[in-house]
Each structure stands twice: as C-alpha cells, then as structure tokens.
C-alpha cells in the first residue's frame, strides 16, 4: 500500500512551494485558494506588479498601534499572499464563494477580514501567526481557521472520498 499525504497535506505544501517565490524579506508567506479538491488561485506575498520588491530595494516599515496599544511594524510595498490570490481570482474572473484557502501561516487582522467578505468558508493555516488578534473577528464570522499538521496519519490510515 503506497503512502499518500491527505488532501490538505496536499494542498499545505503546494502553499509552502507558493511562498518560495515572495519577495518580502521579513516573511515568505504562500496562500492557494482551492474549490472541490482543484487549485483555482494561489498568491504570495510581494510587491504590486512592475513595482520593486523588498528583496531588490528593501522594505518601507512603518509602525502602527493596535487598539490594546501594542506596536506593530507593517510594509507599505507588501501585499500579503491571501490577498494576492484573491486579486488574482478577481482578475481571471475565478469565483471563489464557498472555497478554501490554504496559508502557511495564519492571517493577519486585514487579511482575514478580505477572506470573510469573499466568501471563503475555511482557512487551513501551518504556523500561527498573532491568533489572539484575530480571534475576535473569527467569533462574528462563519469562517474556521483550521492548523494542518503536516506530520499527521497519511492517507493510506485515512480513508477519504
């Protein structure tokens, strides 16, 4: 019997391959959006394109403050991966009402507010990242934030349809 990683296993390493191509030098983040087990957008995060990217010119930090007063730094030249795969569904005319989006790392406040005015359902995510802001926004959303394991049972131990 041969050893075949689960559909999310699946999906959360194509999201690892994705984000070997961002261009932010402070996180390499990818995000694959998929519909009925088929990639239908994926997104890393970088610059706008024909804009310089922060691995070429550096990043445009900027500090702001939370509403519990903690800083946060954020760059002015990234877009963050949920995003660019949403923008990239929006520009090939791809629906993505009811899909999944699988990241590498949870998303931020700003990024997980996009991914509940699209309609997505599910977020699958493999590291945290400040889960505790975002918790409040996922209590007045029908959106499940999900962390996959890569190391979990194969599916030759899971029966799936």
Partial sequence: MSTRST???YFMRIAQLVAERATCSRAKIGAVIVRDKNIIATGYNGSPAGHPHCTDVGCLVYVSRNPDGKEEENCFRTIHAEINAIAQA?????????????VTASPCYHCLKTVINTGIKRIYYLKPYKIDLIRPLLEYSEVELIQINLDDAREDLVKET
Avoid at 90 to 102: P, R, S, W
């Fill in 7 to 9: 559909w999310d296993q």
């Fill in 90 to 102: 929006a520009k090939h005319g791809v629906e993505i009402n009811d899909a999944d989006i699988y």
